[in-house]
């Protein structure tokens, strides 16, 4: 057994409401998760990001904040924990992930320009295309097999990657290695795949970035499943993975457990300069970015508790428990289980709903009536429509995300989740799809609603 290393001092009240309430309510909302009241959910697994737990030295660190609207000690803290932890030389705060991605790709990319990755983030590859650049896609193809085992499924394809380059090599942008990886179940990078990557980049003089939103637990993966990296601390592998890199951006809402922020840490001067200039355009004052002096504050000291060894082994412990528990249960999930979330397998959970009628959606509905989970579709809704011929994209991988936030829920949440998904599992057969009532033009699991489909 693993033991939480953490005790619980302030709680939160939860209610479940009763099941034709529930029924009730997402009908009212168009079927769509994200327009319920958190109130009306009694487990929440929408997403790990900015829902975490601080711990208390967060919190006191809060009573510390620097509100001054430059020079905020706090920044100059943020700052400190950053450079030491990761190793870069310059830090430019932002509210958020999507922030340090807005401020770097109008910078880094030119119109028709690609940048290649393992798997880029929706955001990530919406502000790519928003600069009218190209996000491509080069992770391996193990990648695309949910039940194919892998220790490092977030991998780069190299010879995918050598081949991008070497079409155009001055069109390239930059690299972006999404670490761990989303999109493709939060799967891990290795650092043998960090270091080739970089071989690559270097060879052909491109830039090298990472998106660091969950950097540390990462490392953990590498630290368990990468020959001589067994005895090395989290510490440690953190700096020889950002030692490739030419930067970062980080959504500070992830493995820095902090309810919001972000940032961008570069190593050049001159690239510094020109992002700064960005920054205070977009995001506000380079000493605080979009965030107050609180929140830095607390991102400064989640960053140092993000890396904690016995931290990261609970948490992705957490995760774990509940993939074994689906898998042995019979649900068809991606393996290996991912650092922050379980991913269920939608298109095998409900083999008689077709791709077109969003059938991990429907079992985000689903557990959402069964018991009140709420999950998250990843799949044909997210996926949206082909930039150059408008047609839907029908993802290989149609799945359903149940996020596991830092240091909320305890072992009986998880039995209880898991439970509810095994009951939506007995009567799978009777279970309908659903069409479009509302389809939003962009990033449109946010906005859309849904109809059942009667047949
Ligand atoms: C996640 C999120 C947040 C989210 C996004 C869309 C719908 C629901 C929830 C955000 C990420 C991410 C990576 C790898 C950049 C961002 C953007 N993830 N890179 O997984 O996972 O960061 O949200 O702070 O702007 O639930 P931001």
Redesign the pocket.
Known sequence: MILPPYKIKVVEKINLIPREEREKRIREVGYNLFFLQSQDIYIDL?????TGAMSDNQWAGIMLGDESYAGSINFKHLEEAVKSIMGFKYVLPTH????A?HVLDEILVKPCQVVPGNMH????KAHIINVRGRAIDCVIEEAYQPDTEHPFKGNIDISKLEGFINKDPENIAYVLI?ATC?SGGGQPVSLENIRQVHEVTKKNNIALFM?A??FAENAFFIKEREAGYKDKSIQEIVKEMMSHMDGC?M?A??DAINNIG?FIAINDKKLYDKLAHKTVLFEGFITYGGMSGRDMEALARGLFEGIEEDYLRYRIGQVRYVGEKLSNAGIPIMKPFGGHAVFINGKGFLPHIKQENFPSQTLCIECYIEGGVRG?EVGTILAGRDQNTGKNIYPRLDLMRL?IPRRVYCSEHLDYVCEIVVNAYKRREKIKGFEFDYESPTLR??LSTFKRLKN
């Open positions: 929408l997403t790990d990001s900015g958020q992930g999507r922030g991605e983030f929706d955001t990530t999404t989303n998106d939103a969950r951006t959504s809402k992830k972000g998250v996020a699991h946010f």
